[in-house]
């Protein structure tokens, strides 16, 4: 019953995190809001740590029995995963987003500037990009299987697992939307998660 509990807390999260960055929810805060629409991404990232701290320390307070115990060999193989993934995820961030403007930061120091700069309609393609159009999403999803060991774990990751492939679905439409043909040009060089992996013409 308890991890029942837990997948339905996680869903939950899941669910309101994806709703408040969602095209519907977004156009609605920018018609409501106009310009102080610059400090919406802030907001939300605010809120989405504030609610993922409890969640993540009643997850880890639960009586959870261990069902993957690690060896030497598993133990040195889980490490490169680990922070092979994490390594990917930061570089990714750092190097090839724009992290700014992933917490918002960028939006609010452009509040008030009467220049409008349209974004560009260039899609970047170096490093990781290059590999995979969502390098963050596939290392974040080998960082939480290669921590499995116990039974919420697998509880959780099945739930996230699943919330990340549909957002990134999500996040392609709401892409194809912002760049267009240079974006469906974009996806049938580079697969969606899976390096190396070849594109389906479409």
């Not at 261990?66 to 030497?72: E, H, K, M, T």
């Not at 393609?125 to 039974?151: D, V």
Request: charged share 15%.
């Amino acid at each position: 019953m308890k991890y029942l509990l837990i997948a339905f807390m996680w869903a939950g999260y899941c669910a309101l995190h994806s709703y408040l960055i969602s095209i519907g929810f977004t156009n609605l805060m920018n018609r409501v809001l106009k310009k102080y629409y610059a400090f919406y991404r802030l907001f939300y990232v605010l809120v989405s740590l504030f609610l993922l701290i409890p969640l993540i320390h009643y997850t880890g307070q639960l009586d959870n029995k261990v069902i993957i115990a690690y060896g030497p060999y598993l133990g040195i193989l889980k490490n490169v995963l680990v922070y092979g993934s994490l390594a990917m995820f930061f570089w990714a961030f750092f190097f090839d987003y724009d992290s700014l403007s992933f917490f918002g930061i960028r939006q609010i120091l452009n509040f008030g500037k009467t220049n409008d700069t349209k974004p560009s309609d260039e899609i970047k393609k170096n490093g990781l990009l290059g590999l995979m159009r969502h390098p963050m999403y596939l290392a974040l999803l080998i960082y939480i299987w290669s921590q499995t060991s116990k039974m919420a774990d697998i509880v959780v990751n099945v739930v996230l697992t699943v919330y990340i492939y549909i957002g990134t679905l999500l996040e392609e439409k709401k892409l194809l939307l912002e760049f267009g043909q240079a974006y469906s040009n974009y996806q049938k060089e580079v697969p969606m998660l899976i390096p190396f992996l070849r594109v389906k013409a479409k």
